[in-house]
């Protein structure tokens, strides 16, 4: 026994197996214990002595397979997680296993096909044990992917069709590949045009090595069920090149019609193909069209609604007596975005309205003439013959409302209750509300009884990397938290330092000399919010460590980070009463947030701060009397594609504040903006809006280059802080529109929405200047940072809620801009122009909703050019709805 262990510490899996051959049942069962432990001996060692060890585990592989008696347990064994990196070839595994029986085998086989592909056993395992056992083929993912690899790799210059042919189990394992959930693991190995898994599977299919039907059948329905994003890459080639007979695609057309109603767009258009072609020959019948259409124009892809609708178009004029059945479905394009198809549809319902002879379904087209534009319904009326509508009541906009600031729940009494909420903090990266309330829970509990709180904190702490040993390099715990390279502390690492200095993992020493001279003394003004975050998480582990503070006063009174001046002024005279020392950063930090814009409970507060008889309440006192400081002067300046803006001094955050806090007050230039600095974050934007809650233009010029990347660099997340700085407080100024303005224009879905809602927030708070936000967009359009097709589908987002006028009066400012540039864009500078008729759709849109009229420079120019393209075409439908003649 001994020497098999040896042979396995040794990584000698060939003498691992000879040794075991020789041994009984039972020796190699009560070899087991020893196996595992030595495992668990592997498994557990640091990382950079793995390397001296991985040699064993083949041959570990090996011993742990042939001493487990059950197939179950030898297969576990096989495929552990540990095992896959450093496995034994399949030729020593299928030796060892050699003297099992048949059945043990294909209970093996199955167990291990049967593990997810990414446990990664290897196929030549699987396929022997299949092979000397005589089981069926067990068609799991693990096997296809397996097989799909092996017939890919495995065989130099032969082609893949004959690799195919020479499979003994072809039929079942196609089939399986038609029932795998995701290609993905293997879909470059399946290429294109000849040579390919699909020429050779139609080819097997052509000469009967494949049945027909089935394969088809079994293309049609992984189609229909979907599966990966580009599956389809796959089956849908490998439909076409079977080429389906005109009967075999009549068979199915409830298949394409599901197709092509919800499938993605290659197949629906696949699907399309084949209708039309039914259509055209006589071989659909109308019912079964209309149902077609039906889904079809409900679809957002234009190309496909366009075409269904130009077949509806050849079906109507060669059977006109279809139009009871068909107009009803063309009538389901009348709620489609884009107005042009919108005309399409009711000028095919114009052109065939008098063979409507069946009322229910003049009725159901009438109804959905509601869905049309303005001007189309008009026309819509006259078609169908129908009353002229009622004048239309005058429009109302209607915003969402804004939300509104919460005050959050005070800390938890209980310090198990406080624990939970930090590790939730740690695992999620929750709000700010959230983390100021652990932050303060941290200062009371440590001030009341620190030991009680290392206990509670206990299984949190515990999963801590700077609870465990050194491990992978890591630098000591004294260099991490410390104010060296590793630049500013964030907010989960600033938490972090909390939690280990309760374990007096750090010195004060440290701390202190993080306090007076950080990593971020330097010229990065952009980042000075940054450094009063990190000072202020070394202030309070300082202080737990040597001071404990009976509760924090930068605390917020509500969920934006204000906090009320009577709330202060309360907490201060619980310092006076107890005796404690005032923070100079957390006092720093509270004046900052504290509210002056309420000038009545500003005064009274101040007031009650001066007769506390304390240094701390006289210096509150003055600032509540003094109010809000005036913004700094500021200009605009470009940097490549992006403006930006440019800020003065605030002397009022210059004086009286640590050295950290005077940063926030420095003069700020696009130089600040454009360099680049390590310390830098987009999860910590929401914290510095809430370090000063009614000076929101001063965080907004620092956050617009970071927003800009949103729109300029297609950065995911750079504008995520846009609703917070939209319910933030202080004036909306031309730093905080311009940042809206970029997010409008951000590449990604969500940073899109979150800048919609930042509009939709300022405007029903009544701070949106959409004469400037639009003038901004345009010129953001114009050099380039901001694409017109992003910016009018975030439009349209917004106009989708009610918010017609906004979004016109915004657009009305940008479009002259616009419109300007397009004789320059016809001659070669597509930037404007790609993408302004989509401009010009949402804003025709909102200006028919809103009832707007007047004139918008240039829009006539535009109006005027030939064709009909959809700039044109849409500059014409504007122009119409805001002629006031017209409209009357």
Same mark, same amino acid.
């Given at each position: 026994?001994?020497?098999?262990?040896?042979?396995?510490?040794?990584?000698?899996?060939?003498?691992?197996?000879?040794?075991?051959?020789?041994?009984?049942?039972?020796?190699?069962?009560?070899?087991?214990?020893?196996?595992?432990?030595?495992?668990?001996?592997?498994?557990?060692?640091?990382?950079?002595?793995?390397?001296?060890?991985?040699?064993? &585990?083949?041959?570990?592989?090996?011993?742990?397979?042939?001493?487990?008696? $059950?197939?179950?347990?030898?297969?576990?064994?096989?495929?552990?997680?540990?095992?896959?990196?450093?496995?034994?070839?399949?030729?020593?595994?299928?030796?060892?296993?050699?003297?099992?029986?048949?059945?043990?085998?294909?209970?093996? *086989?199955?167990?291990?096909?049967?593990?997810?592909?990414?446990?990664?056993?290897?196929?030549?395992?699987?396929?022997?044990?299949?092979?000397?056992?005589?089981?069926?083929?067990?068609?799991?993912?693990? &096997?296809?992917?397996?097989?799909?690899?092996?017939?890919?790799?495995?065989?130099?210059?032969?082609?893949?069709?004959?690799?195919? /042919?020479?499979?003994?189990?072809?039929?079942?394992?196609?089939?399986?590949?038609?029932?795998?959930?995701?290609?993905?693991?293997?879909?470059?190995?399946?290429?294109?045009?000849?040579?390919?898994?699909?020429?050779?599977?139609?080819?097997?299919?052509?000469?009967?090595?494949?049945?027909?039907?089935?394969?088809?059948?079994?293309?049609?329905?992984?189609?229909? !069920?979907?599966?990966?994003?580009?599956?389809?890459?796959?089956?849908?080639?490998?439909?076409?090149?079977?080429?389906?007979? !005109?009967?075999?695609?009549?068979?199915?057309?409830?298949?394409?019609?599901?197709?092509?109603?919800?499938?993605?767009?290659?197949?629906?258009?696949?699907?399309?193909?084949?209708?039309?072609?039914?259509?055209?020959?006589?071989?659909?019948?109308?019912?079964?069209?209309?149902?077609?259409?039906?889904?079809?124009?409900?679809?957002?892809?234009?190309?496909?609604?366009?075409?269904?609708?130009?077949?509806? $178009?050849?079906?109507?004029?060669?059977?006109?007596?279809?139009?009871?059945?068909?107009?009803?479905?063309?009538?389901?394009?009348?709620?489609?975005?884009?107005?042009?198809?919108?005309?399409?549809?009711?000028?095919?319902?114009?052109?065939?309205?008098?063979?409507?002879?069946?009322?229910?379904?003049?009725?159901?087209?009438?109804?959905?003439?509601?869905?049309?534009?303005?001007?189309?319904?008009?026309?819509?009326?006259?078609?169908?013959?129908?009353?002229?509508?009622?004048?239309?009541?005058?429009? *109302?906009?209607?915003?969402?409302?804004?939300?509104?600031?919460?005050?959050?729940?005070?800390?938890?009494?209980?310090?198990?209750?406080?624990?939970?909420?930090? $590790?939730?903090?740690?695992?999620?990266?929750?709000?700010?509300?959230?983390?100021? @309330?652990?932050?303060?829970?941290?200062?009371?509990?440590?001030? %009341?009884?620190?030991?009680?709180?290392?206990?509670?904190?206990?299984?949190?702490?515990?999963?801590?990397?700077?609870?465990?040993?050194?491990?992978?390099?890591?630098? =000591?715990?004294?260099?991490?938290?410390?104010?060296?390279?590793?630049?500013?502390?964030?907010?989960?690492?600033?938490?972090?330092?909390?939690?280990?200095?309760? &374990?007096?993992?750090?010195?004060?020493?440290?701390?202190?000399?993080?306090?007076?001279?950080?990593?971020?003394?330097?010229?990065?003004?952009?980042?000075?919010?940054?450094?009063?975050?990190?000072? %202020?998480?070394?202030?309070?582990? =300082?202080?737990?460590?040597?001071?404990?503070?009976?509760?924090?006063?930068?605390?917020?009174?509500?969920?934006?980070?204000?906090?009320?001046?009577?709330?202060?002024?309360? @907490?201060?005279?619980?310092?006076?009463?107890?005796?404690?020392?005032?923070?100079?950063?957390?006092?720093?930090?509270?004046?900052?947030?504290?509210?002056?814009?309420?000038?009545?409970?500003?005064?009274?507060?101040?007031?009650?701060?001066?007769?506390?008889?304390?240094?701390?309440?006289?210096?509150?006192?003055?600032?509540?009397?003094?109010?809000?400081?005036?913004?700094?002067?500021?200009?605009?300046?470009?940097?490549?594609?992006?403006?930006?803006?440019?800020?003065?001094?605030?002397?009022?955050?210059?004086?009286?504040?640590?050295?950290?806090? !005077?940063?926030? $007050?420095?003069?700020?230039?696009?130089?600040?903006?454009?360099? &680049?600095?390590?310390?830098?974050? =987009?999860?910590?934007? /929401?914290?510095?809006?809430?370090?000063?809650?009614?000076? %929101?233009?001063?965080?907004?010029?620092?956050?617009? =280059?970071?927003?800009?990347?949103?729109?300029?660099?297609?950065?995911?997340?750079?504008?995520?802080?846009?609703?917070?700085?939209?319910?933030?407080?202080?004036?909306?100024?031309?730093?905080?529109?311009?940042?809206?303005?970029?997010?409008?224009?951000?590449?990604?879905?969500?940073?899109?929405?979150?800048?919609?809602?930042?509009?939709?927030?300022?405007?029903?708070?009544?701070?949106?200047?959409?004469?400037?936000?639009?003038?901004?967009?345009?010129?953001?359009?114009? /050099?380039?940072?901001?694409?017109?097709?992003?910016?009018?589908?975030?439009?349209?987002?917004?106009?989708?809620?009610?918010?017609?006028?906004?979004?016109?009066?915004?657009?009305?400012?940008?479009?002259?801009?616009?419109?300007?540039?397009?004789?320059?864009?016809?001659?070669?500078?597509?930037?404007?122009?790609?993408?302004?008729?989509?401009?010009?759709?949402?804003?025709?849109?909102?200006?028919?909703?809103?009832?707007?009229?007047?004139?918008?420079?240039?829009?006539?120019?535009?109006?005027?050019? !030939?064709?009909?393209?959809?700039?044109?075409?849409?500059?014409?439908?504007? %122009?119409?709805?805001?002629?006031?003649?017209?409209?009357?």
């Amino acid at each position: 026994m001994s020497a098999v262990l040896d042979a396995v510490r040794a990584g000698r899996a060939g003498e691992t197996e000879l040794l075991l051959r020789s041994l009984p049942d039972a020796e190699r069962r009560s070899l087991l214990p020893e196996l595992k432990k030595l495992r668990k001996e592997v498994r557990d060692l640091p990382w950079e002595q793995r390397s001296r060890v991985e040699r064993m &585990y083949p041959a570990l592989q090996v011993a742990g397979a042939m001493c487990h008696s $059950g197939a179950a347990a030898a297969a576990t064994w096989i495929a552990g997680s540990d095992m896959r990196w450093r496995q034994a070839p399949a030729e020593t595994l299928l030796r060892a296993l050699a003297g099992r029986d048949t059945g043990w085998q294909a209970d093996a *086989a199955r167990r291990l096909a049967g593990r997810p592909v990414s446990a990664d056993v290897p196929f030549a395992l699987m396929a022997g044990l299949v092979q000397r056992s005589g089981c069926e083929v067990p068609v799991t993912d693990a &096997y296809v992917v397996g097989w799909v690899r092996h017939v890919g790799h495995g065989w130099g210059r032969v082609p893949l069709v004959d690799r195919l /042919r020479a499979e003994p189990d072809l039929v079942p394992l196609v089939n399986g590949l038609f029932e795998f959930s995701d290609l993905g693991e293997v879909r470059w190995l399946f290429g294109d045009g000849p040579g390919s898994w699909q020429s050779a599977l139609a080819e097997l299919t052509r000469t009967g090595e494949l049945d027909r039907a089935a394969v088809v059948d079994a293309c049609v329905a992984r189609l229909l !069920r979907g599966g990966g994003p580009t599956d389809h890459r796959v089956f849908l080639p490998l439909l076409v090149q079977l080429a389906l007979t !005109r009967e075999e695609e009549r068979d199915r057309v409830a298949d394409w019609t599901a197709l092509a109603r919800d499938a993605v767009s290659p197949v629906a258009a696949h699907a399309q193909t084949v209708l039309a072609a039914l259509a055209l020959d006589g071989r659909l019948a109308a019912g079964q069209l209309a149902e077609a259409s039906e889904g079809v124009l409900f679809r957002s892809e234009k190309k496909l609604v366009r075409a269904q609708l130009v077949l509806l $178009g050849k079906v109507l004029a060669g059977t006109p007596d279809a139009a009871p059945q068909l107009l009803p479905a063309v009538a389901q394009a009348f709620g489609h975005e884009d107005t042009q198809v919108q005309e399409r549809a009711l000028k095919l319902v114009e052109r065939h309205a008098k063979r409507l002879d069946d009322p229910a379904a003049r009725s159901g087209i009438a109804e959905a003439a509601d869905r049309l534009s303005p001007a189309l319904r008009t026309r819509a009326t006259g078609a169908l013959g129908l009353a002229p509508a009622a004048a239309p009541e005058a429009y *109302a906009e209607v915003l969402p409302p804004a939300p509104e600031p919460f005050r959050p729940e005070p800390a938890p009494d209980s310090a198990v209750e406080l624990a939970e909420e930090i $590790g939730a903090l740690l695992a999620s990266d929750g709000d700010v509300a959230s983390f100021e @309330r652990a932050l303060d829970g941290l200062a009371r509990h440590a001030y %009341r009884d620190r030991d009680a709180l290392r206990a509670a904190l206990e299984p949190v702490a515990a999963t801590r990397w700077w609870r465990q040993p050194d491990v992978m390099g890591r630098l =000591h715990v004294e260099d991490y938290f410390g104010p060296g390279r590793r630049g500013l502390l964030d907010a989960e690492r600033g938490l972090e330092l909390v939690l280990a200095e309760l &374990y007096e993992l750090v010195s004060p020493a440290t701390l202190l000399a993080g306090l007076r001279k950080g990593p971020a003394d330097h010229d990065c003004a952009r980042h000075a919010f940054s450094r009063v975050m990190d000072v %202020r998480f070394r202030e309070l582990a =300082h202080r737990i460590r040597t001071d404990p503070q009976p509760l924090l006063l930068a605390t917020p009174s509500w969920s934006t980070g204000l906090l009320e001046p009577d709330d202060l002024v309360d @907490r201060l005279d619980t310092y006076r009463r107890l005796g404690a020392r005032v923070g100079e950063v957390d006092f720093a930090q509270a004046l900052l947030r504290v509210r002056r814009g309420d000038r009545a409970a500003a005064l009274a507060a101040a007031r009650r701060a001066s007769g506390l008889g304390m240094p701390e309440g006289e210096r509150l006192a003055r600032l509540l009397s003094a109010g809000a400081p005036a913004l700094p002067a500021s200009h605009r300046r470009t940097s490549g594609p992006r403006v930006l803006i440019e800020s003065g001094e605030v002397p009022a955050l210059r004086t009286g504040f640590p050295e950290a806090f !005077r940063r926030l $007050g420095l003069p700020f230039t696009v130089s600040d903006a454009v360099r &680049y600095c390590y310390h830098w974050g =987009h999860e910590n934007h /929401r914290h510095w809006l809430a370090t000063l809650p009614e000076l %929101r233009e001063l965080v907004a010029v620092r956050l617009a =280059h970071d927003v800009s990347e949103a729109a300029v660099d297609d950065e995911r997340g750079a504008a995520a802080a846009l609703p917070l700085l939209a319910e933030s407080g202080g004036a909306a100024g031309e730093s905080t529109l311009l940042c809206v303005a970029y997010g409008l224009g951000a590449r990604h879905p969500e940073d899109r929405l979150a800048a919609v809602d930042a509009l939709l927030v300022l405007a029903a708070r009544g701070q949106l200047d959409a004469e400037r936000l639009g003038a901004d967009l345009g010129q953001l359009v114009r /050099r380039g940072a901001v694409k017109p097709l992003r910016l009018a589908e975030s439009a349209r987002t917004a106009a989708a809620t009610g918010a017609n006028t906004t979004i016109w009066e915004m657009l009305r400012h940008a479009l002259p801009v616009l419109l300007a540039d397009l004789p320059a864009a016809g001659a070669g500078t597509p930037g404007a122009a790609r993408g302004l008729g989509e401009l010009l759709s949402v804003a025709a849109e909102c200006a028919e909703r809103c009832g707007a009229r007047g004139a918008v420079p240039h829009l006539a120019r535009a109006a005027a050019r !030939r064709g009909s393209s959809r700039l044109a075409v849409q500059a014409r439908r504007l %122009r119409d709805a805001l002629d006031t003649e017209a409209a009357a």
